[in-house]
């Protein structure tokens, strides 16, 4: 995505956005730039006046999204859970002004997010799940010193404020921009109405802005509810954040498994996805890969499935066809744009190997922390993992879930649509397990300073 | 857990008994034909309730859900005519709202029965699935069929509404017994075993 700052047609592709984008946090808008670096902290606020002189302090460093597609790194972003607005006393109406699963919090709903067995909040890190982390505050740079010197000044504003830190990650590039699991990631996103930039190809019709930001008509025509006073919520929105652990080791013993030689396990890889390692969609590249179709962001996205309707190129199972369907025929009523999320990925860990085969692969500390953003963050997220990660349903593919992030159960299988008959790939495991998850509502600038002047 | 002191629920036996002695009970004040009939099943009765089938869950905010499945029974009263127009509607369409309602594709079936002289309506539905997951998809494809029914429906905010889901909800009652033979196999399952049955049925005769 950084080929939006990358683009010579930049400038021509910029308007006047419908949106205050000086009231929006960076982080909403601003794609990941590359290569990135980065750290997240999670902070707990042992004090409520000094939850608030956190939020004076922190405000004058946060940045807006103003003129999103061009502007330079680093940046700091900052979210607050339900807990975190507890602590810095916000008002009890307040509070109750703000959705159920918000106020639940995440692990809470481990039920409807269907988050149990590996996945289950008792497995988590020992940060997340309890009602303790009251701020995630979030630092993205295109280099390592730039990176360093943004976290020193937010550090710089916990100085003499009990303000704890329970958890600090620093995430990065890896060679190539790749995740993981060996993937170049975070291509596919939604394109959003209004927003000052035209969509890349493939990008899709542009979304109505309030499904992703409070305080603007979203898909229905109006506004969703927006948590009270206006103020707080206006130009805020929610973020789902979890952390992923890749069982690199199980990943790839499937692959050797199912794969004889280097050609046929990379081919497998790319069916689990839709898109070869190097990003290049399989529904442009069916037979081989083309790195630079991967790497040419006018090109790696622009793509719909009209001429593959039975999934003999991008499976229908696939990681891209599950989480943006596009024009894939569903078997149930839906409009596809009630169920994205602004997606910003962030790898943690060593770089992927494709020779690690162990157990102990499988707990090398590598993964990824995503923030998924949307103005019904808490809703979108139980949806997908409901109906479009663990179940097959949707897509006319019985039980079988999404081989990247699902959570798969003993003998799970994962369907390759082939003449004459189908291959059914048997074995597939749980190759990203969830360690810890908020959600976070990521406040405007005004609602920032609003908070930090509570109670004065 | 073998040094932990004996807890929980008492040896299924005892409590199957114990639900039978709870029925005799109740219906100790029933008409001589409810208590011949409670003796006559009571034997079969005995081993269903102390071997319990899986259990009723919730469809989401209201309903009752058994495997995969939901119900929904919505009773409101109707605006003056409105029955008459709903009616109309029905009737037009002869009485099945096939092919509309089949694109929804969670949706097993529909009834509509007017009653206390068409001043309330009783509508029951089973489908896919809990409650609300798929509402704001059916507001933003198929709004105007939404309201095009529901506008009968006294105090109907209109499905755009923020207000929408709530009317629904106050006007809906659980089920208190719920069966479904398949609880698992869904609208989608169930037309792919078809074609799946279909598709076995033609390579039988193929290498016949």
């Known amino acids: 995505m950084s080929s939006v700052n990358e683009s010579a047609a930049a400038s021509e592709a910029a308007h006047e956005s419908m949106l205050d984008l000086h009231e929006i946090q960076a982080t909403v808008l601003r794609p990941r730039p590359a290569p990135y670096f980065g750290t997240h902290v999670l902070l707990r606020i042992d004090d409520a006046n000094h939850g608030r002189e956190l939020f004076r302090r922190l405000t004058p460093h946060i940045d807006s999204a103003a003129a999103w597609w061009s502007a330079k790194t680093p940046w700091l972003s900052v979210g607050i859970s339900y807990a975190g607005l507890k602590a810095v006393g916000l008002p009890e109406d307040s509070l109750q002004s ?96 209004g927003s000052g930039f035209d969509p890349l190809p493939g990008q899709g019709e542009p979304i109505k802005a309030g499904e992703f930001i409070l305080g603007y008509p979203g898909e229905a025509g109006f506004p969703l509810p927006m948590p009270q006073p206006d103020i707080l919520g206006r130009n805020g929105t929610y973020v789902g954040f979890r952390k992923y652990q890749s069982r690199i080791g199980a990943f790839n013993r499937f692959l050797q498994a199912h794969g004889n030689t280097e050609a046929e396990r990379e081919l497998l890889a790319a069916k689990l996805v839709g898109r070869w390692r190097s990003g290049a969609p399989l529904v442009l590249a069916p037979d081989l890969d083309n790195p630079s179709l991967g790497a040419d962001p006018q090109r790696n996205n622009d793509f719909n499935y009209a001429n593959d309707l039975r999934g003999r190129q991008a499976p229908f199972g696939c990681h891209i066809r599950r989480m943006n369907p596009r024009d894939t025929k569903l078997t149930r009523l839906t409009d596809v744009k009630l169920h994205r999320l602004i997606r910003r990925g962030t790898t943690y860990g060593p770089p992927y190997d494709p ?102 | 857990m073998a040094t932990q002191p004996q807890s929980g629920p008492a040896p299924q036996s005892d409590a199957g008994a114990q639900k039978i002695q709870q029925l005799r009970e109740l219906f100790a004040d029933a008409t001589d034909v409810g208590k011949r009939a409670l003796e006559n099943v009571i034997k079969e009765l005995s081993s269903q ?160």
Do not use: C
Not at chain 1, 421 to 432: A, H, P, Q, S, Y
Not at chain 2, 125 to 144: K, M, Q
């Open chain 1, 355 to 456: 020779n690690a085969l162990s157990d102990t692969d499988d707990e090398v500390a590598r993964g990824a922390y995503f923030l998924f953003i949307s103005a019904k963050a808490m809703s979108t997220i139980e949806f997908l993992q409901q109906e479009w990660i663990n179940d097959g349903n949707f897509i006319g593919i019985g039980d079988e879930r999404d081989p990247i992030i699902g959570l798969q159960e003993e003998g799970a299988a994962f369907t390759i649509p082939k003449d004459p008959v189908r291959r059914l790939v048997r074995g597939i495991e749980t190759f990203n397990v969830l360690r810890g998850g908020e959600y976070f509502f990521m406040p405007s600038l005004s609602a920032l300073k609003w908070l930090a002047g509570l109670h004065q």
């Open chain 2, 49 to 208: 309730v102390s071997a319990p089938p899986p259990p009723i869950e919730s469809a989401g905010r209201v309903g009752a859900r058994l495997g995969k499945r939901s119900e929904l029974t919505i009773i409101v009263p109707l605006v003056p005519g409105g029955a008459k127009r709903l009616r109309t509607f029905l009737q037009l369409l002869g009485g099945n709202l096939s092919p509309g309602a089949s694109k929804v594709g969670t949706l097993h079936d529909m009834r509509f029965v007017f009653f206390d002289n068409d001043t309330r309506l009783l509508f029951a539905t089973s489908f896919d699935g809990d409650w609300d997951t798929y509402i704001d998809d059916f507001i933003a494809l198929i709004p105007d069929y939404l309201d095009l029914m529901d506008s009968a429906w006294e105090g109907w905010p209109g499905i755009r509404n923020p207000g929408a889901k709530d009317y629904l909800v106050e006007h809906q009652i659980t089920a208190e017994g719920w069966f479904v033979a398949e609880p698992d196999l869904t609208l989608a399952e169930i037309q792919r075993l078809k074609r799946t049955g279909k598709a076995v049925d033609e390579l039988l005769d193929k290498i016949q």
């Open chain 1, 98 to 193: 703000f959705p159920e699963a918000f106020r639940e919090g995440m692990a809470a709903r481990a039920r409807q997010l269907g988050d149990t067995g590996l996945n289950d909040p008792k497995n988590w890190d020992a940060a997340y799940g309890k009602g303790e982390v009251h701020i995630g505050v979030q630092a993205f740079s295109d280099s390592e010193e730039d990176r360093r010197r943004i976290l020193g000044v937010a550090r710089e504003q916990l100085n003499g404020l009990s303000v704890s830190i329970l958890a600090m990650q620093d995430f990065g590039a890896q060679p190539g921009d790749r995740n993981s699991l060996g993937y170049k990631d975070g291509i596919d996103q939604p394109a959003i109405e």
